[in-house]
Nanobody
Framework: QVQLVESGGGLVQAGGSLRLSCAAS????????MVWYRQAPGKQRELVAG???????NYSHSVLGRFTISTDNAKNTVYLQMNSLKPEDTAVYYC???????????WGQGTQVTVSS
């Protein structure tokens, strides 16, 4: 059974940095992409950054230039380096691994990121 475990969230002042990690355990095959989402209170979940199995990253406009997504494929781990954090980045961050076969995606439990002004 596949499980995703996220870590690295916490409380940081505006302008600070955090690095999120998401490690997958279990048998994973046919990964198509690894993605970070976030959900702020009262808002819909939104895509933050993703990276394809071929290594092509994409970012939401709101984090472009501040966040960097990377992977360690040997460890089935995806990272999100977050720099120049803003209070509006405050949210629960979720990682998602998309695969080409059923069930098509796996989700982590979420990690809280709080940025104080």
């Amino acid at each position: 059974q596949v499980q995703l475990v996220e870590s690295g969230g916490g409380l940081v002042q505006a302008g600070g940095s955090l690095r999120l990690s998401c490690a997958a355990s279990g048998s994973l095959s046919s990964i198509s992409a690894m993605v970070w989402y976030r959900q702020a209170p009262g808002k819909q979940r939104e895509l933050v950054a993703g990276i394809t199995s071929g290594g092509s990253p994409n970012y939401s406009h709101s984090v472009l230039g501040r966040f960097t997504i990377s992977t360690d494929n040997a460890k089935n781990t995806v990272y999100l380096q977050m720099n120049s954090l803003k209070p509006e980045d405050t949210a629960v961050y979720y990682c998602c691994i998309e695969v080409r076969t059923y069930p098509y995606d796996y989700w982590g439990q979420g990690t809280q990121v709080t940025v104080s002004s």
